[in-house]
């Protein structure tokens, strides 16, 4: 079953905006990690953050945990139109689950000239 | 360097055969993944190994699917018989793995696999 549901399933921008995803998951958490996928590829790693970390930033992504509420987002600044991909949030358990990962629905993200 | 390979890239069978989908993990990473991904369901975990040995095979779907990891550097994902409803891509995905759990997966580009 998926743990983590992103919020909203689908997002269109306009290039230079910023466009914010939101992720929510049900158990206690190791880590929270972003992935995108770009049509016909595999996904790809953009940033992890831990448990007890409430705020990451990579280049134009910055992400933040809460995890009082379950809940983590991810925000791209000033978007282009190769960020138009789809965007997984995956929750890794730790212990209890072992090394694998959870991940959620995804959002797909257009981003338009 | 050279990322997660897997082969075939494209795979179109006909009901009732066997297909065997490969993979080849990153160098140096002890934990490889199948995943299964399709509109409906998302991308779903099938089974994962750590150091060669299966940990978690509770996605796998029935006992027509079947997986093995004879080496460090080779697994595959195997569907005998194969039906229509198998129709989808996976993933072959590997990540380092030790006192540090959790770590960031690496992912292939996929096998997309069509069952007529």
């Known amino acids: 079953s998926q743990q983590g549901e992103e919020d909203p399933q689908a997002l269109s921008i306009q290039e230079g905006e910023n466009a914010t995803m939101n992720c929510s998951y049900k158990?206690?958490?190791?880590?929270l990690q972003w992935y995108r996928q770009n049509s016909g590829r595999g996904l790809v790693h953009l940033i992890l953050?831990?448990?007890?970390?409430r705020e990451k930033h990579s280049g134009r992504l910055r992400v933040t945990l809460d995890t009082s509420k379950k809940s983590s987002s991810l925000l791209i600044t000033a978007s282009r139109a190769a960020d138009t991909a789809s965007y997984f949030c995956?929750?890794?358990?730790?212990?209890?689950?072992?090394?694998?990962?959870?991940f959620g629905t995804g959002t797909q993200l257009k981003v338009e000239l | 360097d050279a990322g997660v390979i897997q082969s075939p890239r494209h795979e179109v069978t006909e009901m009732g055969q066997e297909v065997t989908l490969r993979c080849k993990p990153i160098?140096?990473?002890?934990?490889l993944f199948w995943y299964r991904q399709t509109m409906m369901r998302g991308l779903e975990l099938l089974i994962y190994?750590?150091?060669?040995?299966?940990?978690?095979d509770s996605g796998m779907p029935e006992d027509r699917f079947s997986a093995k990891m004879p080496n460090a550097s080779f697994s595959t994902l195997k569907i005998q018989p194969s039906e229509p409803r198998d129709s989808a891509v996976y993933f072959c995905?590997?990540?380092?793995?030790?006192?540090?759990?959790?770590?960031?997966?690496?992912f292939g580009d996929g096998t997309r696999l069509s069952i007529l």
């Open positions: 995905a590997s990540s380092t793995h030790g006192r540090v759990r959790n770590q960031p997966q690496h």
């Open positions: 995956a929750t890794g358990s730790g212990t209890g689950g072992g090394n694998k990962l959870t």
């Open positions: 190994f750590n150091n060669n040995v299966p940990i978690d």
């Open positions: 953050i831990r448990s007890n970390e």
């Open positions: 160098s140096g990473h002890n934990s």
């Open positions: 158990t206690s958490i190791n880590n």
